[in-house]
């Protein structure tokens, strides 16, 4: 084999390379080894580059999208308490569970009994329909009932104006003998059973009137009198002893009436002892829809009706949570929609306020006068009493500038301090000449109140827990703060406790 190789070369002739030959040769391997070098090593490494470059591009527009949302955090925390809230207005318009209690106490303090009479509710068994691809469980209520047409008139609204849904499913009128109207309205109300997680509790809360005298059943007969609390001679409607102490029937245990004399309708406001106001209501406050105005984003709260009131069912109750980092700092409630106007000065115009604990800041009322100018007017400058309390609002006193519409009522505080907590307003009241003045000394003293901020995760029953070391104020939480059963506590609401 290596003889045929040897003489198959040896046929072939050779020569040295020429200069030439060896440059283009040197040129040709250079050649190549760039081609080589560009195809496999620099083509490779700019598309990795590339490829970083579009990686590093996306990286970068993350990041910028993070920085924006981060700016946005405020924002994005102000829309969640929004929608949070939202949520939980739209929760407190149904019932948590289809409770008989619950709808029986709730009905019993719409219905306008003095106006209709009712025999008695008939409950259907709860079943469920299909809204929107999802079961809604429900129940039916057949209310028969006897009355005038303004009473009748009056009961509808009231359905209407429920704080839980309650639609009328149907509605029959018959004119009895007497000239009476007598029916049966068919009620249907739904349950978010199933659909919300909502906070369940043990124990259905009651209000109940609290009544330390003994009363007796002939107090309802004309010409009773009964025994007084503190001396003298008690009155059988509500408007006190003669020495304006309360009586056994409904002069409260203050004097003058705090249940039956109390408000317009039992002849004044009877809680000075004896003496009566017979002034004109500009506002009862039983309006359930409240318009909270902060003057800047760190004044935080909430306005909303509540059941402690003076005169009436509702009183309102304003939550603050105020930081002062500006010359204004003002947590206000706007009641411009019941278009309270005063066309002349009054002798004498009031508020209502009821404190659970002492506070530095100034409550107030925004006007606006004749030309459309506002004007904030001081009521109170610090509140120093527990309770209820009656405040005067000085007004102008010049006829040139009414009328004069009362358009917010507020809570302020000074520059640099700080305050949070509860307050309720009721009966803004209006005295003229012709009515009798008075003076206000409060219906009777309340215990230290504290205030707590809801945290994530809290309940009725944590707090009480936390708080108390018991569950056993936890009722007395929900009945201080207007919390219902099933409620869910908003991260941040403001509530009152007793201090213990």
């Known amino acids: 084999m290596s003889t045929k190789l040897k003489s198959l070369f040896s046929g072939i002739k050779t020569r040295p390379l020429t200069k030439s030959e060896k440059i283009l040769l040197t040129l040709l391997a250079i050649v190549g080894i760039a081609y080589l070098g560009n195809q496999y090593i620099l083509v ?52 948590p569970t289809l409770d008989q209690a619950q709808i029986i106490y ?114 309802s007969f004309d ?103 500006e010359e204004e700092n003002r947590a206000m409630v706007d009641i411009t929609s019941q278009n309270i106007e005063l066309k002349y000065p009054p002798t004498d115009l009031s508020i209502h306020t009821f404190s659970f604990s002492y506070a530095p800041g100034t409550v107030g009322v925004r006007i606006l006068n004749q030309d459309g100018d506002e004007e904030f007017i001081p009521v109170n400058e610090g509140i120093s009493w527990l309770g209820w309390g009656r405040s005067t609002i000085n007004l102008p006193g010049s006829v040139a500038e009414y009328p004069i519409k009362i358009t917010h009522i507020y809570y302020e505080m000074a520059k640099g301090r700080d305050d949070f907590g509860v307050l309720v307003f009721d009966k803004l009241e209006a005295i003229y000449p012709h009515h009798v003045d008075s003076s206000y000394e409060g219906i009777e003293k309340e215990a230290d109140k504290i205030f707590y901020e809801v945290k994530p995760g809290d309940n009725v029953s944590t707090i009480s827990r936390d708080v108390y070391g018991t569950l056993e104020y936890k009722n007395e939480i929900m009945r201080n703060n207007d919390i219902r059963p099933g409620d869910v506590l908003p991260v941040g609401k403001i509530l009152v406790l007793v201090e213990r």
């Open 106 to 219: 709730l009905l019993n303090d719409l219905l306008p009994e003095d106006q209709v009479e009712i025999a008695d509710l008939n409950f259907s068994r709860p079943s469920s329909e299909n809204v929107s691809e999802m079961e809604v469980f429900n129940m039916g209520i057949s209310v028969p009932f006897t009355g005038d047409y303004s009473g009748i008139e009056e009961m509808v609204r009231a359905i209407e104006l429920s704080p839980r849904r309650m639609m009328v499913d149907s509605l029959s009128l018959d004119r009895s003998a007497d000239n009476q109207l007598s029916g049966s309205m068919s009620l249907k109300v739904y349950s978010l059973e199933g659909l919300a997680e909502m906070e369940e509790e043990d124990v259905i809360y009651v209000q109940t009137a609290e009544n330390p005298d003994q009363g007796t059943l002939f107090s």
């Open 44 to 95: 490779p490494q700019d598309e990795k580059i590339q490829a970083l470059q579009v990686e590093k591009y996306e990286l970068d527009t993350k990041i910028m999208a993070m920085n924006a949302t981060l700016r946005r955090e405020d924002d994005i925390k102000k829309e969640w308490e929004l929608l949070h809230r939202e949520r939980n207005q739209i929760l407190s318009y149904y019932f």
């Open 223 to 325: 010409g009773f009198v009964g025994t007084t609390t503190n001396g003298g001679t008690g009155g059988t409607d509500g408007s006190g002893g003669t020495d304006g102490s309360g009586s056994t029937n409904g002069g409260g245990t203050t004097g003058g009436g705090t249940t039956g004399g109390g408000g317009t309708s039992g002849g004044g406001t009877g809680v000075d002892g004896g003496t009566t106001i017979k002034g004109d209501i500009l506002h009862s406050f039983e309006w359930r829809n409240y318009d909270f105005v902060p003057s800047h984003e760190l004044v935080r709260g909430q306005a909303e009706p509540t059941t402690i009131a003076l005169d009436g069912k509702y009183a309102l109750r304003l939550e603050y949570n105020i930081l002062g980092t």
